[in-house]
C-alpha cells in the first residue's frame, strides 16, 4: 500500500495549518494498493519524538471501508463520521476524539509524525473512543498490509 498527503511529501514539513499553532485541521489523505481481501482499514498518528515514555497519539480512526481511498481534509472531532461513512475515531493523548495536530515543547526541536495505514483481514467491530493500544491489540494477527507517511514539524 502507499499513503500520501497533497499537503506535504514523506519527510518534509508538515504546513502550519495541521497543527495546533494553526487551524489544527486533519490533512486530506490518499491511499492506494490496498489488498484483496482486506475488511477494514485503520489509521493511527503519533510522534515517537515527544518527551515520555510512550509516542504521543495525535490520532486514531479506525472501521474504514476498504471502498474509501481517502480522507478529507478536516475530519470533524466526532466519535461516528458520516464521511468517510461509518468510520469511527478513538482517542489521542490528550484524552479527545479526533484528531490533534503536531504541537512540540518549545525549544525541542523538530519532531517526526507517522500517518501508518493499515490494511485489515476482519472487522474489528470496535466502539468508538479507542485507545491506540486498545486497537493495536484488536489489531494483532489481523493486518493484511500497512503504509506509511511521514511529516516533520518544529513549532515557531
Known amino acids: 500500500m502507499q499513503l500520501k498527503s497533497h499537503r506535504f511529501d514523506h519527510n518534509s514539513e508538515i504546513p502550519r495549518r495541521y497543527s495546533q499553532e ?3 485541521l486533519s490533512p486530506a489523505l490518499e491511499w492506494t494498493g490496498v489488498p484483496a481481501g482486506t475488511q477494514e482499514l485503520a489509521l493511527i498518528v503519533d510522534d515517537p519524538d515527544a518527551p515520555g515514555a510512550e509516542p504521543w497519539v495525535h490520532w486514531v480512526l479506525y472501521s474504514l471501508s476498504p471502498s474509501n481511498h481517502s480522507l478529507p481534509e478536516g475530519v ?3 466519535d461516528h463520521l458520516a464521511d468517510p461513512k461509518g ?3 478513538g482517542i489521542n493523548s490528550g484524552n479527545q476524539i479526533g484528531y490533534a495536530g503536531p504541537m512540540p515543547p518549545v525549544g ?3 519532531h517526526r509524525y507517522f ?3 493499515y490494511a485489515l483481514d476482519t472487522k474489528l ?3 468508538p473512543g479507542m485507545s491506540k493500544t486498545a486497537l493495536l491489540k484488536a489489531m494483532k494477527g489481523h493486518v493484511l498490509a500497512d503504509a506509511e507517511l511521514m511529516g516533520r514539524y518544529r513549532r515557531g
Do not use: T, V, Y
Open 108 to 110: 525541542h526541536g523538530s
Open 125 to 127: 467491530n470496535l466502539k
Open 76 to 78: 470533524p472531532h466526532r
Open 22 to 24: 494553526g487551524e489544527n
Open 115 to 117: 500517518f501508518k495505514l
Open 87 to 89: 468510520a469511527r475515531q
